[in-house]
């Protein structure tokens, strides 16, 4: 799923206001951003800066004000809340700070919970999570629960649980924010490996340097607008 030119994100003219009671706060205006197909992106910036915000719209978890957001050649931001959750479950991947593991599930059923949106049997539903707990290095820890695994594991769980429907963006919002830098390093290194080796399109939301230097691509947020420079 790519567009002609190869750009698997095309984000164009996009505002993002947010209400406040009677205050509006702009945290986006008119931007524009490019992501090609097999990218690994990095956006940096200040808390604050919008970039959660540019996240979330590129998976179709929020709606620009103004401006479209098109990923793989299709226009999600027009897209009813019934299709774009359909889209979502089919397209995108995602990766969060905190994990949001299931305290009463295992790695392998939380890992499984994005098929249970699928027509997936049983068995297909299992063979597509022993494929992702492989991926991530954790198979003989499949039937282990969240408060067994380190928060590097845990991390991993949540990876496999991104990847488990064969996304086609994998988007990471601060993903090594609660991880000491071995375990930091240990994620790092999977989603290098997911990027080189199985040519995954990730967009990772960090504040850490470290973690941004390992991304083909780093951008910056503030003041609503991308640079390629670091905020002052």
Request: hydrophobic share 35%; glycine share 10%.
């Amino acid at each position: 799923m790519s567009s002609d030119n190869g750009a698997l994100v095309q984000v164009r003219g996009v505002d993002k206001v947010f209400k406040r009671g009677s205050e509006k706060i702009h945290v986006l205006g008119g931007l524009d951003l490019t992501v090609p197909q097999s990218e690994f992106l990095a956006l940096m910036g200040p808390s604050g800066s919008g970039k959660s915000t540019l996240l979330n719209l590129i998976g179709g978890l929020d709606r620009p004000t103004k401006g479209t957001v098109e990923v793989g050649g299709q226009r999600i931001d027009g897209l009813s809340e019934r299709k774009l959750a359909a889209w979502r479950a089919r397209h995108v991947g995602l990766v969060f700070q905190f994990y949001n593991l299931l305290p009463v599930l295992n790695a392998a059923r939380n890992v499984e919970l994005p098929l249970l949106l699928t027509r997936l049997s049983k068995k297909e539903r299992r063979k597509h999570v022993d494929t992702a707990l492989s991926v991530v290095g954790l198979t003989d820890r499949s039937r282990h629960y969240p408060r067994q695994l380190s928060g590097g594991e845990q991390q991993r769980v949540g990876i496999a649980r991104a990847l488990v429907t064969d996304p086609t963006l994998l988007l990471c919002d601060e993903p090594t924010g609660d991880l000491d830098r071995k375990s930091s390093d240990g994620v790092l290194d999977l989603l290098d490996t997911l990027n080189r080796v199985q040519g995954k399109t990730i967009v990772m939301v960090t504040h850490d340097p470290h973690a941004a230097a390992r991304a083909t691509r780093t951008l910056y947020l503030d003041k609503g607008q991308l640079t390629t420079e670091p905020v002052a």
